[in-house]
């Protein structure tokens, strides 16, 4: 199956300003796919270059098997692509919008564009003028499903709407994807991701991290234990564990924290009374703040940066 995205040593710079750096990619067809990393690292520069919005420096892309500059018109008509900030027609309704747009790709279902103006909790009657940074995401997401693209790509296009119609968006998403479409997904919401996307890509400082399934990037989760015996126990009986870090033992209460298996640690403890455990799985957010750490991502560099962020 030919893959929706490939990109090969894509460099972009903006005179002497980063763009991004020798960033290889490959989002397979027929999935959901979220692209992470803060204002900067370099999302936006990779989405126009696709798009041909820009050219690159160096590098190539390729968008359904076609060339992102060659032949894009051809990946025009096939890709529908929602930015974070959208410059609308400001005179028009939302309706009159829809329509024109319509007519631009030949022929929309115009049922299903309803169903879509329904479940997003559009008003279309309304002009683009008047309407709130959320409604003109509707307005937005609405044109873009409504042609039933091959592709998706979405860049921060979630910005500004409320939970309920969030749920909606990642419902189309879903459907999107079981439809053997595929949905490219540019985004700091990391719950958004961490439950909707098959797959993730992190880029920072203009070069990309790592590409992962979620079920694998979640595997090497850090998870913060609290076990409760019957008795005080040791520090020692658990330091040396594989996986296992930052042991703390209160009296009769240890405390630790453990990535990947808890077979090790769950193993020694059951050598004595165990009263209660307590398990918290980290989340995607501390997963992917380790990608941007200097060191291995342990626990305890993972909560200064977190209280370091808090401070900020």
Do not use: W
């Amino acid at each position: 199956m030919t893959a929706a995205i490939e990109t090969t040593k894509l460099t972009k710079y903006y005179g002497r300003s980063r763009g991004v750096m020798d960033v290889d990619l490959t989002v397979e067809s027929g999935q959901i796919f979220g692209f992470l990393g803060p204002n900067g690292a370099g999302k936006s520069t990779t989405i126009r270059v696709l798009l041909d919005l820009i050219r690159p420096n160096s590098g190539s892309a390729r968008v359904l098997g076609l060339d992102a500059h060659r032949d894009r018109l051809a990946i025009d008509r096939r890709v529908s692509y929602v930015p974070g900030e959208l410059s609308l027609y400001s005179e028009l309704t939302g309706s009159q919008l829809l329509t024109y747009l319509g007519n631009l790709q030949g022929s929309v279902d115009a049922e299903y564009r309803d169903k879509l103006i329904e479940r997003l909790e559009l008003d279309p009657s309304k002009r683009i003028k008047s309407l709130s940074r959320g409604n003109k995401q509707k307005v937005g997401l609405v044109a873009a499903f409504m042609i039933r693209p091959e592709l998706l790509i979405l860049d921060e296009a979630t910005a500004g709407l409320d939970p309920f119609v969030q749920l909606e968006f990642e419902h189309l998403c879903e459907e999107t994807r079981n439809d053997g479409r595929t949905v490219f997904i540019s985004s700091h919401q990391l719950p958004e991701v961490e439950h909707l996307c098959d797959r993730v890509g992190i880029i920072r400082e203009g070069r990309l991290l790592a590409v992962e399934a979620i079920v694998d990037l979640k595997a090497r989760a850090l998870r913060r234990l609290e076990i409760d015996f019957g008795s005080p126990v040791s520090a020692d009986d658990f330091a040396g564990l594989s996986g296992v870090q930052d042991v703390k033992v209160e009296g009769a209460t240890l405390r630790c924290t453990v990535m990947g298996s808890l077979d090790g640690v769950i193993k020694a403890a059951a050598r004595f009374e165990v009263r209660n455990l307590r398990s918290v799985e980290t989340s995607l957010e501390e997963i992917f703040m380790a990608y941007y750490g200097s060191g291995d991502g342990s626990a305890a560099e993972i909560d200064a940066k977190e209280a370091g962020n808090a401070a900020a």
